[in-house]
């Protein structure tokens, strides 16, 4: 199914929507599907959570950074939301092809389907 290739784009900033990012991103892996994550818009501002032992949702959390399924954070996003820093620490990369944003264009252009969340 390699043929078969998505951009999760995550926008929402909600945790409980993000979680659904993050299940999705490894089941599609798990089938054999390209996959990249993308993280946008508000939901920058849940990097620390990667490194948050506390949070309920922190195995799933990990589980996605370790999976090496997140293409990029958001260079303009994650500055806005004060994460910038947290993002580079972590070792996240960034993109900022599009007047500091992630390009669509450019997944469109490499052959994956966009879903946003």
């Not at 993308?38 to 032992?53: D, T, W, Y």
């Not at 910038?84 to 994956?112: A, R, W």
């Amino acid at each position: 199914m390699a043929d078969k290739k998505f951009a999760l784009y995550a926008f929402n900033g909600d945790p409980m929507c993000f979680i659904h990012v993050i299940l999705n991103a490894l089941d599609m892996d798990e089938k054999g599907y390209d996959v990249k994550v993308i993280i946008e818009g508000s939901a920058c501002k849940l990097a620390g959570e990667f490194e948050n032992e506390s949070n309920p949702m922190y195995s799933f959390y990990k589980k996605l950074k370790d999976s090496g399924l997140i293409d990029c954070f958001c260079k303009a996003c994650s500055n806005k939301m004060e994460t910038l820093e947290k993002v580079n620490e972590m070792g996240f990369p960034t993109c900022d092809e599009m007047s500091g944003h992630p390009s669509i264009g450019k997944y469109i252009e490499q052959g994956y389907t966009i879903i946003t969340f």
